[in-house]
């Protein structure tokens, strides 16, 4: 049985910091790439960032960019990202996702495991 189960999301002010994880079980960690995506309600669910198995090339939406770090470490089977200079408009709820592939996507349709989300609120 698949999980990935996402923590560390809470409320910040703005310009704060938060560390998201996802904790991956029942999969071959190393063999997936990795995502993160967010959802605000009333709205389609975007893209923040990925990070490929074994080169570990890492993507961001031009949003995130110079703010988010994505990582990982295949030995916890956990993908991280870290937000730096968090706006009020990054309040969203923070998803993670997988796909048994080499490569990272930044389209919702490319990954087959996600997570139950966790709540990221930043005040301002």
């Known amino acids: 049985q698949v999980q990935l189960v996402e923590s560390g999301g809470g409320l910040v002010q703005a310009g704060g910091s938060l560390r998201l994880s996802c904790a991956a079980s029942?999969?071959?960690?190393?063999?997936?790439?990795m995502a993160w995506f967010r959802q605000v309600p009333g709205k389609e669910r975007e893209f923040v960032s990925a990070?490929?198995?074994?080169?570990?090339?890492?993507y961001y939406a031009d949003s995130v960019k110079g703010r988010f770090t994505i990582s990982r470490d295949n030995a916890k089977n956990t993908v991280y990202l870290q937000m730096n200079g968090l706006k009020p408009e990054d309040t969203a709820v923070y998803y993670c996702?997988?796909?048994?592939?080499?490569?990272?996507?930044?389209?919702?349709?490319?990954?087959?495991?996600w997570g139950q989300g966790t709540q990221v609120t930043v005040s301002s």
């Open positions: 996702a997988g796909v048994r592939a080499t490569y990272a996507r930044s389209i919702e349709s490319a990954y087959n495991y």
């Open positions: 029942g999969i071959t960690f190393s063999m997936y790439a």
């Open positions: 990070i490929s198995r074994g080169d570990y090339n890492t």
